[in-house]
């Protein structure tokens, strides 16, 4: 396994919905993608928690907010104080809606907190975007349907270069000047005029890897194209099918609807999380159960819980 | 022991200065005074603490913040969103410097918070005041010395009635409609017009409790007079006396000038805490060498733990 390989991880921070309870945290997750530490929504404590399960602060150069109920940013004053304390140098980049900005700075400046780095807050919208872009991944926004605007977030590898076949090269003698363009898919014609096909020199690359963060939301079925066929789906399940009414109320969705989301768009994989206060450890269960019956492959957003992409 | 006796607890719920480190929260503290819980400062992640050490957030009616730096109050406002979101019906009262109402505010309402409790602000200043007062007790601001406003707190119980000598207002036929009266300290004229001493039919009431909280600091031997004899001093330590230039330079204490202020005090038992994050656990045992050798009854500020005054 190269290191390019081993680095597509998501690590659960915290899974409680509005409030802290029964020893559960509010929402933080953070994805690695390869050297790259991407933070999906900070909840009190979340700083915490990267502790507790290993992951250093400094690290991270990316925070994504879905929407600005408190259980999803409150953590990231905290959060900012402490790279200013620790002389963070490299630049800090928040994507939220604009109003986050206003919360911070008023903070930053009524503490008498002068930071000693860069803090960028680019503003999202409620659409569907590319919010992000590296070499290696972009980072695209999914409207949802919550009470205040609310944003889900789908990030994808993009596909690498085609992998040299050493024997095939050697065999029809390619010069190392042409590799560049080879792995990029093309064809190869050799001096005497004759085109050798790409696929003669070279296999797949590695298969693209995707996860889909889908926050605070009403069951909301528009999403499914946007998500088909990703590696890993967190869905929220705030609630299980004893409180389906209540979901519907206050716009959530029932570990059921996630799996339907979850099924409907042939996801390979499903994390349940942001679990009302309503249950306990001992209630998770039910709630995993009820998503299982609709599609087998689902967990419990449990934290600590580290997946493998 | 009686009820009221058991209710004089500190307990502490984070103990690092400035930043979460080695697994230590921000500052934070619960003092329990019979049925009234007091939190002194709130660090993120208070919340969560209360929950870990079985103090039910709910009891919880007065919160007094020492200074506006956010390892004393990031906390706070995610215990108010708590709070709104358990439906709480008591008021709330705050003491702290102006500009924290300002951050509470804006985050209440570009989150859309609408509270359905009582939430009232205390304006605390600068000065040695008695900011609180119950039938019970009171409690006072020492003005401290730090990088911005900061104030220490001192909690005394007020003393209680005397305690009637059932034997002798037997002995002396005292009728039951007179012991109210007596139990505040007055004497007893009997129908034969004689006077029959208020020291011969009580014993003195029980000792009054005091606890200061001396939170971030330069060593300041002024504040002595104020917390004279007190049962249980916090004194923050941040450095040891291997970072005694530190200490100058940021306000803060060392474990040394800490004890010296309890021993100077004559107070009864020293906690020290708000510990800098260049110290790990094991160098805590350190510090508290370098306390217990000017005051011997010191102890670490260590999280969960519980004092009784």
């Known amino acids: 396994m190269t290191n390019k390989d081993m680095g597509f991880q998501l690590t659960i921070l915290g899974s409680s919905s509005a409030t802290p309870a029964h020893g559960r945290h509010p929402s933080s997750q953070v994805l690695r993608c390869n050297n790259d530490y991407f933070l999906i929504d900070c909840g009190e404590g979340t700083q915490m928690q990267l502790h507790r399960y290993g992951i250093k602060r400094t690290l991270i150069n990316h925070i994504f907010i879905s929407h600005l109920h408190g259980d999803h940013f409150y953590g990231l004053i905290g959060l900012i104080s402490s790279f200013n304390l620790l002389k963070r140098s490299s630049p800090l980049h928040i994507y939220a809606a604009a109003d986050l900005e206003k919360m911070i700075q008023v903070q930053l400046e009524l503490t008498d907190c002068k930071l000693v780095f860069e803090l960028h807050f680019h503003t999202i919208l409620m659409e569907h975007a590319i919010i992000f872009e590296s070499k ?134 499903l994390i349940i999380g942001h679990f009302s206060a309503k249950y306990s450890s001992d209630d998770l269960p039910i709630l995993l159960a009820e998503a299982k019956a609709v599609f087998e492959n689902t967990n419990l957003a449990e934290e600590g819980l580290l997946i493998e992409i």
Chains 1, 2 share one sequence.
């Open 136 to 269: 290696e991944l972009q980072i695209e926004t999914i409207p949802l349907s919550h009470r205040i605007a609310c944003l889900g977030f789908v990030v994808r590898e993009k596909l690498g270069e085609r992998k040299i076949n050493k024997t095939q090269t050697d065999r029809y003698q390619i010069p190392v000047t042409a590799l560049a363009a080879i792995k990029k898919g093309e064809d190869y014609t050799n001096t005497k005029g004759t085109v050798i096909a790409n696929s003669l020199l070279t296999t797949d690359p590695n298969p693209v890897k995707s996860f889909a963060y889908i926050s605070d939301t009403l069951f909301l079925p528009e999403i499914v194209p946007h998500i088909q066929g990703v590696d890993l789906l967190y869905h929220e399940a705030t609630f299980g099918n004893d409180r389906i009414q209540r979901a519907f109320e206050t716009f959530h969705s029932t570990a059921e609807q996630a799996a339907t989301i979850a099924k409907n768009a042939s996801v390979k994989q």
